[in-house]
């Protein structure tokens, strides 16, 4: 029996089929454009070629649905970090949804909540307070992408946000410096802060790589499969196209420094004396030519990519390593 760990993104959908043991075996990597460009199926015409789509996948890679994993988009996902004074478990769990209510910002009928105690310190402390991070997810989303896969005769063993599948990935151990996580996806861009081996916070924004795409497509006349070309392997290499390129896509990329500044900052107010030591890039387009030196001097911070397979063996895939950081992450998942 394989894993079979699933990135449904607007552009693409991503597979891995895999064993984890003592060593993470890759049997498969699956890459495919995503027909629909849609996560969320809405009208029933849209699930059902949604359904059609996710059963040609599997059946045409023979992929193993005895343990399936899925990915949840962040935009129907809402993480918080909260303070509160120190409780046992028993009333936290009597608080836990007044606490909810107060920070996540999706209506209470469509709550599907899960919390998990990120540090706990002596009740005895004066002003002690503990750390409990909220993770909550349109019930209504997470239901009908459960039943899609039920009505195939699949039934989803994990389903969870990306950016947690990602930090697993990243295998963060507590004494790592303090470090800022970037998810570049065709739709939105994702930030998410681990500072002393603990989730701090994310932030989510649109704009997702798909913008440099289209403006690459509409400046030179190409259809979006060359402008997704020339966004990898051109990139921000001034010598390409006699500069042009450059000129075209780096306003886009300099709202997405704006981005990564504005998560610096946030951190540096709410931690005083702390700053951010090291920035991981992770998805597809952060293998844009050039992207990650340039990033490093806006930033004047180490820039660093995802290495997802760096511990694997078998069937690893010759390039678009960053594609399957999210599908990696899923994997890695210890199933209790």
């Known amino acids: 029996m394989s894993i079979t760990a699933l990135d449904i993104g607007t552009h693409t959908i991503k597979a891995l089929s895999a064993k984890n043991g003592k060593q993470i075996n890759i049997l498969q990597a699956v890459d495919i454009p995503n027909s629909l460009n849609l996560v969320i ?3 029933d015409q849209e699930t059902t070629q949604f359904s059609e789509m996710i059963a040609n996948l599997i059946n045409d890679y023979k992929l193993d649905a005895s343990d399936v994993r899925l990915s949840l988009p962040e935009s129907v996902i809402a993480n918080k970090v909260i303070e509160v004074p120190v409780l046992t478990d028993a009333e936290l769990a ?6 909810a209510e107060q920070y996540i910002p999706i209506p209470k009928d469509d709550l599907s909540l899960e919390y998990q105690v990120l540090a706990r310190p002596d009740k005895k402390l004066p002003d002690a307070k503990m750390k409990v991070l909220l993770v909550a997810s349109r019930k209504s989303f997470v239901e009908k992408l459960n039943n899609i896969f039920l009505n195939l005769g699949i039934e989803p063993t994990v389903m969870e946000t990306q950016m947690f599948s990602i930090i697993r990935a990243l295998n963060i151990k507590s004494d790592d410096p303090e470090t800022l996580i970037v998810h570049m996806g065709a739709s939105n861009l994702d930030l998410a802060v681990i500072a002393n081996g603990m989730f701090d916070f994310v932030f989510s924004s649109k704009n997702g790589s798909q913008l440099l795409s289209n403006a690459i497509a509409q400046s030179f006349a190409l259809d979006l499969k060359q402008a997704e070309e020339y966004k990898i392997t051109c990139g921000l290499n001034p010598e390409q196209l006699e500069g042009k ?4 896509i780096l306003p886009i990329v300099n709202n997405v420094v704006v981005e990564i500044q504005k998560a610096l900052r946030y951190f540096s107010q709410v931690h ?5 030591k090291r920035v991981v890039l992770s998805g597809g387009p952060a293998e844009m030519i050039a992207f990650s030196q340039y990033l490093s001097q806006q930033l004047n911070t180490e820039v660093l990519l995802m290495a997802p397979f760096a511990e694997a063996k078998g069937q690893i895939p010759e390039n678009k390593h960053l594609h399957y ?3 990696m992450g899923l994997v890695m998942r210890k199933l209790s």
């Open 325 to 327: 950081t999210v599908c």
């Open 272 to 276: 005083p004396g702390q700053t951010i």
């Open 94 to 99: 009597s608080a836990i949804g007044w606490q």
């Open 41 to 43: 199926p809405q009208s």
């Open 245 to 248: 390129l450059v000129q075209v």
